[in-house]
């Protein structure tokens, strides 16, 4: 990141590179396991720059996380963008991206989860609760294209298995875990749309058999 003496400096490209070099070390050493001074010194970057973009390591984290959660979300829409219009392929495409994000080596769990868990106060736990709350949103919608009787009550057990999913690979070193979790969401909203009530043609209401 250093430049020539002289360079005009774009402070966008400055801030920019600061969060990119910023994200990889903080995800490799945790949010406690680098101090500013080396943050500073691997970056290329002095104090004063820091915190005249940031403020603070804690704003400068708070910006890495929001941005990471940002690119998740993307990613996510994206994968069941790609999937077409069936609730169930979405479903699908969803635990798969979250296997192949498992299989990558440089995955060491979900970087916000572990943030908020380092720090359960304060701007980490704040963008983890946005966090699963916009992957819940997904989720929702998937479980409402499905025609569930409770969308809300249905996404949650399959954030949970999820995010449980990211846990086990990471802590438990399960390289299934997904696929695990995949079959299990995908029984869920098999077993909530079958069980949601359906009017017939007199009115009455009976229970679908999907």
């Known amino acids: 990141m250093p430049v020539?003496?002289?360079t005009p400096l774009d402070p966008a490209h400055t801030r920019t590179a600061i969060l990119r070099t910023a994200t990889r070390l903080l995800y490799q050493r945790g949010l406690d396991g680098i101090g500013v001074a080396e943050l500073c010194a691997t970056m290329g970057v002095s104090k004063e720059t820091l915190y005249r973009h940031f403020g603070s390591k804690e704003e400068l984290a708070?910006?890495?996380?929001?941005?990471r959660s940002d690119r998740i979300l993307r990613w996510v829409h994206d994968a069941v963008a790609a999937a077409g219009d069936d609730p169930f392929d979405q479903l699908a495409a969803v635990f798969d991206a979250l296997?192949?994000?498992?299989?990558?080596?440089?995955?060491?769990?979900?970087a916000i989860l572990n943030a908020a868990t380092q720090h359960?106060?304060?701007?980490?736990?704040a963008v983890a609760r946005q966090h699963l709350d916009r992957q819940l949103d997904v989720l929702i919608d998937i479980?409402?294209?499905?025609?569930?009787?409770?969308?809300?009550?249905?996404a949650k057990q399959m954030l949970a298995l999820r995010?449980?999913?990211t846990i086990l690979a990471d802590h438990h070193g399960d390289a299934d875990a997904a696929?695990?979790?995949?079959?299990?969401?995908?029984?869920?909203?098999r077993t909530a749309r079958s069980h949601t009530p359906r009017r017939g043609s007199d009115g009455t209401a009976s229970t679908t058999t999907d």
């Open 4 to 6: 020539p003496k002289g």
């Open 62 to 67: 708070r910006a890495v996380l929001q941005a």
């Open 99 to 110: 296997q192949r994000w498992h299989g990558e080596p440089t995955f060491r769990g979900c």
């Open 120 to 125: 359960h106060d304060g701007p980490a736990r």
């Open 143 to 154: 479980a409402r294209r499905a025609a569930v009787t409770d969308p809300v009550s249905t």
């Open 163 to 165: 995010t449980g999913a």
């Open 179 to 189: 696929r695990v979790a995949k079959e299990a969401a995908l029984a869920l909203l």
